[in-house]
């Protein structure tokens, strides 16, 4: 079974927001200023990219679905009518 897009972004979303709170969290990890990475931090700051990438595609999921729903409508419909 095929999960729906906007609960594939929700759980990345969600699986995403939970690694950077682990990054914020972990000492050693940012600098003294709480938002740089420490070199130990490095590998995981990258996981903004992914939590920001995440929050896009379910924004985008979740104010899409009405238009979406709208045009495969009109095409099933111009599809029975042939």
């Avoid at 050693?28 to 700051?45: K, N």
């Amino acid at each position: 079974m095929i999960a729906p897009t906007w609960l594939a972004a929700a759980g990345l979303t969600g699986f995403s927001a939970a690694l950077m709170r682990v990054y914020l969290k972990t000492p050693g990890l940012i600098q003294d200023d709480e938002i740089h990475p420490a070199p130990a931090g490095i590998g995981i700051a990258r996981d903004i990219f992914m939590l920001g990438s995440r929050l896009g595609l379910l924004i985008d999921e979740l104010t899409d679905r009405p238009r979406t729903r709208m045009r495969q409508g009109f095409v099933e419909k111009a599809l029975i009518k042939r």
